[in-house]
């Protein structure tokens, strides 16, 4: 599909949308120079606004007058949504929305307009179905406390252990198997907490306030109890986390043993997960997870025998090979667990991934049952007690639907809000970590990007440390800025 710009700047928004309809298809944004190649959809902005689409036998202009004061953008958009919506038949649940985080732009348009008038913005502007509107209003309410809680001096802590026991075949992230990997390991170890250390000298520095921990990956349970420790040690050591949510992801349950548990409840951890993704051993096997559902119970059991008090589970509706009734079977049996919060995942299939099956992205009969999916899930989890309080979008998820995190009152993770909202600075220790630095005075961010894999990061750690410089950069701007006013 050839996507044409003429006289406008709204490329990006435009592609976006356009993935969400037909994400399996091969786009190429052109700038307009008088000719078009079938299929194709051309978006011009000159005397008014205008979109069509010709493809397949479906063919259909729609235009829209330039008015002073509107946003032409979103107008753009909604006459694309609309051609787009009729050449496929559907309607997609999260309408115009294509970014990553529908939650904070909820939470601006409460600020701005009041519950209301958040809720009117999203059904009739955005055309954001109500089913997905009222989901977003209740995560928005949850995270109002959890949002208080920042100031502009606070920051959280995310460290990266890019090592997995194997490579699932949905997973995007640069994890590696630790069986490819492990020569890499010892050394990785020792710089990230070197890295550790240097962080926690610029935090202290700068005078910041961290608010929360979290460590993941990959599968930092990975590493065996005595590498667990030399991490854990360092990060007490160097930061004050006595007062923080303290996050491992122990996700894979065949990496969990008592020693790497005790290891982590000496060491302050208040909060860990484990992750079985399907409580369908079949469907482990299909997406290369070397792990049984009897080994998922057991590390929950024996988590909870440990004293762990604060579990996450993880869920990914649409998995290969999984069906809707073995689907409603594992959200029956995670919920009878009991694990203080539930992450519903669903299933995005990314170009790095091992999988690439574009029948799950595009066939509207798995869209129709991982939707199905979601609905039990959510009605499960209210009925259960659970609050959804955080969510996020990716592209390419089937169905266009939506990741969510429940959890039970009082157990909502400040860190999840955190990132998702972009509230506060984010800095980044390991391979792949991204140190997300906010101005706590405007919707500023900037972004220093660490070495993407285990191998860079141990042979280019000297230039990771020069650009750490770039916080104390960073702060100073603020502080000069500030003054200046």
Request: glycine letters at 6%.
């Given at each position: 599909m050839n996507i044409y710009i003429d006289n406008h700047k709204f490329h990006y928004e435009i592609e976006n949308l356009t993935k969400a309809f037909l994400p399996n298809e091969k786009l190429s944004v052109i700038p307009f120079e008088g000719v078009l190649l079938q299929p194709y959809i051309f978006t011009s902005y000159r005397d008014e606004i205008k979109v069509s689409v010709n493809a397949n036998g479906f063919e259909k202009t729609l235009t829209k007058e330039i008015v002073k004061g509107q946003d032409d953008e979103l107008e753009m958009a909604t006459l694309l949504y609309d051609i787009l919506s009729e050449m496929q038949s559907v309607n997609l649940p999260w309408?115009?929305?294509t970014g990553v985080r529908p939650i904070k732009l909820f939470h601006k348009l409460v600020s701005q307009y009041g519950e209301e008038g958040a809720i009117s913005y999203f059904e009739n502007e955005l055309k954001v179905s109500k089913e997905k509107t009222a989901l977003a209003?209740?995560?928005?309410?949850?995270?109002?406390d959890i949002l208080s809680l920042s100031k502009p001096n606070s920051f959280s802590l995310y460290i990266s252990i890019p090592f997995c026991p194997t490579r699932c075949n949905y997973c995007s992230f640069v994890s590696q198997s630790v069986e490819k990997a492990k020569h890499l390991v010892k050394d990785y170890l020792r710089l990230l907490c070197e890295e550790i250390k240097e962080t926690a000298k610029i935090a202290k520095e700068l005078s910041l306030d961290l608010q929360s921990v979290y460590i993941g990956g990959g599968t930092p349970t990975t590493l065996s109890a005595e590498q667990l420790k030399i991490l854990l040690d360092t990060v007490n050591e160097n930061f004050d986390v006595s007062d923080c949510e303290f996050t491992v992801e122990a996700g894979r349950p065949d990496t969990v043993t008592k020693e790497k548990l005790a290891c982590l409840k000496d060491c302050g951890v208040t909060r860990i997960s484990i992750n079985p993704q399907t409580l369908n051993d079949s469907v482990l096997e299909a997406i290369g997870r070397r792990h049984t559902t009897k080994q998922t119970l057991k590390a929950y059991s024996l988590a909870k025998e440990m004293g762990f008090e604060n579990i996450n589970m993880d869920l990914i509706a649409g998995l290969t090979t999984d069906t809707l009734e073995s689907f409603k079977d594992?959200?029956?049996?995670?919920?009878?667990?009991?694990?203080?919060?539930?992450?519903?995942?669903?299933?995005?299939i990314k170009r790095s991934a091992n999988i690439n099956d574009?029948?799950?992205?595009?066939?509207?009969?798995?869209?129709?049952?991982?939707?199905?999916?979601?609905?039990?899930?959510?009605?499960?989890?209210?009925?259960?007690?659970y609050v959804p309080y955080y969510l996020y979008r990716q592209s390419k998820m089937v169905g266009n639907?939506?990741?969510?995190?429940?959890?039970?009152?009082?157990?909502?993770?400040?860190?999840?809000?955190?990132?998702?909202?972009?509230?506060?600075?984010?800095?980044?220790?390991?391979?792949g970590a991204v140190t997300k630095l906010k101005n706590p005075y405007s919707n500023h961010i900037e972004r220093i990007f660490n070495f993407k894999y285990p191998y860079e990061y141990n042979d280019r750690y000297n230039e990771l440390l020069t650009r750490k410089e770039k916080i104390k950069e960073f702060y100073s701007n603020i502080l000069i800025t500030n003054k200046g006013e």
């Open positions: 309408g115009l929305l209003l209740s995560c928005e309410k949850a995270q109002r594992t959200v029956d049996k995670v919920i009878k667990l009991s694990p203080q919060s539930i992450t519903v995942h669903t299933l995005a574009e029948s799950l992205c595009i066939d509207k009969s798995s869209a129709n049952v991982t939707k199905t999916m979601l609905d039990y899930a959510q009605k499960a989890l209210y009925d259960n007690g639907l939506e990741n969510v995190g429940w959890a039970r009152e009082g157990f909502f993770s400040p860190y999840n809000v955190f990132i998702m909202d972009e509230v506060h600075t984010i800095l980044g220790c390991g391979a």
